[in-house]
């Protein structure tokens, strides 16, 4: 077998575990959200209300890493005529993402790795959270590449993640603050500890260097909204 090969049963083994953590965690995600996430309320009400108040109306949305559908939730809240699409390697979280929005006809869902390949539809607004530092950076150059060619002129693209600080020395002490964060919440150490094996998955970047490359694959206007230590946002606009 060549190293081509290697690394493609590297990679097949890599989406199959991040899908076998997430679907032991799926029923009790959104749940835990307030728990991992400091700045809960700002990371996702305040983004999606500033991303309304710059453009009130979208037609269509595809989520990527959907999950259980939590930031669909808060978009559909300022969007409710837009169509859905939302994307997830995990069954059980498309399945919770499914109850969420039962009997609404404006959402569709999609089982698939969204890193190789996007629907083939176009959509005026794409999103993910928490979602896309699990890729290497190879596989987030070719998605955000799938990104641009699947948004029209003006199209927006919406990030909210996890990313490295500048520095070594901060990204420990934002580590740090996170973690004793997580300790001191209800969380129970069995589920700290298997949030810390998904951790092992993260592949973080730098806001700068995401930027930076949004820019480079032709984005007109490519900026931080949003920062909190580890957790940021970015919007681009083709």
Known sequence: MNDNSNEWVAYIMEIENIKDRFNLVARRYDEQRRFFIPCFDDYYQTTVSFLSSIRPVFNSILDL????????????????????????ASEQMIDIARQRFENMNNFSFVITDYSKELPSDQFDLITSALSIHHL?????????????????????????????????????????????????????????????????LDRENTIP?????????GFKHVECIYSYMKFGVILAIK
């Open 209 to 217: 260097e995401s930027v930076i490359l949004l820019k480079q694959l």
């Open 65 to 88: 890493g959907a999950g259980t559908g939590l930031l669909s939730k808060y978009l559909y809240e300022k969007f409710p005529n837009a169509k859905y699409t939302l994307v997830d």
């Open 136 to 200: 290497e950076n190879d596989s987030k150059d070719v998605l955000y590449s799938n990104i641009y060619n699947s948004l029209p002129d003006h199209g927006c693209f919406l990030n909210l993640d996890q990313f490295n600080a500048a520095s070594d020395l901060m990204n420990d002490y934002y580590n740090q603050f996170w973690y004793d964060y997580i300790r001191q919440s209800s969380i129970s150490e069995k589920e700290q500890d298997l949030w810390l094996q998904r951790r092992e």
